[in-house]
């Protein structure tokens, strides 16, 4: 179950700039904390997050376990087309998060 | 009929300036009020409020099956946006059939034993949170409305003694900051008035979503007390003491804090 939140405008003029802003529900845990039993509690973070219109890449970035829980992500791109947001979460434990916005160019 | 009509006018003034007069009179502030504005920002905006998250995952959970009734939450009370609104603003109240208050999170563990016929849901878990999130929710905006149930005075004046009390190490009674010296500062942080007025909470420095529960805890913590234990009556009497004392005040839950 993810759990994604996502505000991004439906409609933008043609060479507007939009905000787009990305929130997801993950634990980031380090990897460095002990848990109950004094035992190290294994990494779990989110290791890569890219967006892409209409498959070009508009912004990628790299995260790090000292990154906060439920990470917000917040970028800027230029509306050239109508098209698709595409954005991804991939990390440990196998994560590949993936949700879609259009966004209608006029 | 006219004269009616101006006398039914100048009533509404009245009502209306009372009112006014009475919120401008009204000097007691919410924690988001002293927070700074870029968090202010964070809560509002359903998007970048990270409580809204666990609201989102509540409603998850809200229609999923659980127990051997094998039955949801919405099975039973429907969409939560009609059947759960405005419960967060009375509650902690005395259940049908029992006789000692219980807060949110005490309710719905009710429900789950009596109802799904499921294992309570531990405290301080995420599901259990989230459903408690995702009510509260429900109620947001609305003014606090403890009920009427003379059963719950002796209980909120036990609540009452409890907030009044010295205790712990450092000997000082939640009064002592959070009445005496609320909106100084304790260290680098401004002590609020300890409004229950955003629970369940989105704590920055908790990175997670906790309960009013955890809240107390933390404060006894502070003070060098022994927090009661989790399932203690101690804290459903406190919480009926703090609704009371914030009694019309709005409901933000999910609120963020630093």
């Known amino acids: 179950m993810a759990n994604v939140l996502v505000n991004a405008p439906k409609t933008a003029k043609r060479g507007a700039v939009v905000e787009i802003k990305a929130l997801i529900l993950h634990p980031m845990e380090t990897g460095f904390r002990p848990g109950t039993m004094g035992k190290i509690i294994p990494r779990n973070i989110i290791e890569r997050f890219t967006a892409t219109w209409n498959d070009a890449e508009i912004f990628s970035m790299d995260m790090s376990p000292a990154i906060s829980a439920n990470p917000f992500v917040s970028f800027f791109a230029m509306a050239a087309e109508s098209g698709t947001v595409r954005l991804r979460w991939t990390g440990d434990e196998g994560l590949v998060v993936e949700e879609r916005v259009a966004i209608a160019v006029e | ?258």
């Not at chain 2, 359903?46 to 051997?68: C, E, H, R, S």
């Not at chain 2, 967060?88 to 949110?104: H, K, T, V, W």
Request: glycine fraction near 8%; aromatic fraction near 6%.
């Open chain 2, 1 to 258: 009929m006219k004269l009616l009509r101006i006398a039914f006018g100048l009533v509404i003034v009245f009502a209306a300036s009372w009112a006014a007069a009475r919120v401008a009179t009204d000097k007691r502030r919410s924690g988001h009020q002293d927070m700074g504005e870029a968090l202010q920002k964070m809560q509002d905006d359903d998007t970048a409020n990270p409580g809204m998250l666990f609201v989102q995952l509540g409603g998850q959970f809200w229609a999923k099956a659980a127990g051997a009734a094998d039955k949801s939450c919405a099975d039973c009370h429907g969409s939560a946006a009609t059947s759960m609104k405005g419960v967060a603003a009375r509650y902690p109240a005395i259940p049908q059939g029992a006789e000692a208050p219980l807060d949110l999170e005490g309710r719905i563990n009710l429900c789950r034993t009596e109802n799904q016929k499921a294992e309570r849901l531990p405290p301080e878990s995420r599901e259990l949170l989230a459903l408690e999130a995702y009510v509260a929710h429900q109620s947001r905006g609305m003014p606090i409305a403890p009920p009427a149930d003379p059963r719950l005075g002796a209980f909120r004046a036990r609540g009452a003694e409890i907030y009044r009390a010295r205790q712990g190490q450092l000997n000082l009674s939640c009064a002592i900051c959070h009445d005496d010296n609320a909106g100084k500062k304790l260290a680098g942080v401004t002590i609020p008035e300890a409004h229950p007025t955003g629970y369940p909470i989105y704590r920055l420095e908790w990175q997670a979503l906790g309960s009013l529960k955890r809240r107390l805890r933390n404060c006894l913590v502070g003070i060098r007390a022994e927090a009661y234990a989790y399932d203690a009556p101690e804290y459903v009497m406190l919480e009926l003491f703090l609704m009371d004392r914030a009694r019309g005040m709005t409901l933000e839950s999910p609120g963020v804090r630093p």
